[in-house]
T-cell receptor
């Protein structure tokens, strides 16, 4: 079984809808991250969490919110989706001792019409 | 200026060929360097870390040039399975803030 899972894997939605992307991990890592990937751009950090009580904004947090429900679960929400949020979204985890070695989930392809 | 810049390619090479490409970074404080591999529409996976003295992992060789602020990846004896996008990643030492390049695409043809 995959160590980092994401649901859904694909989602098509309409402008203005609320969307939640979910991430779960079995690696026992404290640190979890949400990134988005757009063609021609590197992955960009949206939010990150070092433990259940710690949530931090990343490079591009506007229009997004997150929830760390448990050590193993980290959800990303788009409160009112807009077309420029169409992208590939990845969740990642890392251990406290090696924060620069990150393990990625399979990604969620989100299309906002 | 982007923090990490890569030639997007694609580099189209025949099986058995050697292919090499670079990545430049702008932050001189960067201390840790990595190459990740990303197959089409899939998640990035760590290929190898890049050490100051350079390092090899099988057919893959990574080099770091701090003076000119670039890292390189060389693939020898290319296989069809090496076809992928290679992401350059840099970060301050032991830090979670990874800066990703947009990737270099390599296509190995039979």
């Amino acid at each position: 079984d995959a160590d980092v899972t994401q649901t859904p894997r694909n989602r098509i939605t309409k402008t203005g809808k609320r969307i939640m992307l979910e991430c779960s991990q079995t690696k026992g890592h404290d640190r979890m991250y949400w990134y988005r990937q757009d063609p021609g751009l590197g992955l960009r950090l949206i939010y990150y969490s070092f433990d259940v009580k710690d949530i931090n904004k990343g490079e591009i947090s506007d229009g997004y919110s997150v929830s760390r429900q448990a050590q193993a679960k980290f959800s990303l929400s788009l409160e009112s989706a807009i077309p420029n949020q169409t992208a590939l979204y990845f969740c990642a985890t890392s251990g406290q001792g090696s924060p620069d070695t990150q393990y990625f989930g399979p990604g969620t392809r989100l299309t906002v019409l | 200026r982007k923090e990490v810049e890569q030639d997007p390619g694609p580099f189209n090479v025949p099986e058995g060929a050697t292919v090499a490409f670079n990545c430049t970074y702008s932050n001189s404080a960067s201390q840790s360097f990595f190459w990740y591999r990303q197959d089409c529409r899939k998640e990035p996976k760590l290929l190898m870390s890049v050490y100051s003295s350079g390092n090899e992992d099988g057919r893959f060789t990574a080099q770091l040039n701090r003076a000119s602020q670039y890292i390189s990846l060389l693939i020898r004896d290319s296989k069809l399975s090496d076809s992928a996008t290679y992401l350059c990643v840099v970060t301050p030492f032991n830090d979670y803030k990874l800066s990703f390049g947009a990737g270099t695409t390599v296509t190995v043809r039979a």
